[in-house]
């Protein structure tokens, strides 16, 4: 009998185990589905009015959700756009980075910025403290850092430090996807990234 209490009470322990497995897999989900929701406003909000104009009960409006849903997930606007991008574009081009395969990072940052160039046109827009392109600058040059760390062969060759290069690549970057989201439609994608790839393979002097 004591046997099969305790069998009994472990296989109920697992049971609970599972399902309690199972209920943080599903808010997890719930979540990121609510991140996401509130995210796809701001930006449908974003391509309509100005960033200074749109408020938290705008989005949450918008959202059909309640302000301290919003409060649940970001701080402020400033970190949902942050998020935006980290969520949209940053994070599989780190995949990528750390995968040895930093063309693809870059093909997927530039590709992902020309399918919702609307979109970041408005977000270079927003200037000033906690300005878009100041925002980029930060995380790009994380992203160019964790790339010449791994080949430090150009910092070596250019006695610069790995931070230099990096905000170098990174302001590069920023000026040629701000160009690329303001073009009028006259270049492709593929121009645009043709014509990256050249400038940051080729010395001024090769030009």
Request: net charge negative; proline share 0%; hydrophobic share 40%.
């Amino acid at each position: 009998m004591l046997i099969l209490e305790i069998y009994l009470n472990n296989y109920l322990a697992d049971l609970n185990e599972q399902a309690q497995e199972r209920l943080d897999t599903i808010m997890e989900q719930i979540k990121e589905l609510t991140k996401r929701l509130i995210a796809n406003s701001f930006k449908e909000l974003l391509l309509q009015n100005s960033f200074e104009k749109i408020t938290i009960k705008m989005i949450t409006d918008h959202a059909n959700v309640i302000r301290p849903t919003f409060y649940n997930h970001f701080h402020d606007k400033y970190e949902l756009l942050e998020w935006i991008f980290r969520d949209e574009v940053l994070d599989e081009a780190e995949i990528f980075e750390r995968e040895g395969k930093i063309e693809e990072g870059i093909y997927h940052i530039f590709s992902k910025f020309y399918e919702d160039r609307e979109f970041y046109r408005k977000a270079f827009e927003i200037t000033g403290q906690n300005g878009f392109a100041d925002t980029l600058s930060d995380m790009f040059t994380s992203f160019y850092k964790e790339a010449a760390s791994r080949n430090l062969k150009i910092v070596k060759e250019t006695k610069l430090s790995v931070d230099t290069v990096a905000r170098y690549y990174s302001s590069g970057l920023i000026t040629v996807l701000k160009m690329l989201v303001g073009d009028n439609g006259s270049e492709s994608l593929e121009d645009f990234l043709y014509g990256y790839r050249y400038l940051i393979s080729h010395a001024l002097y090769d030009i």
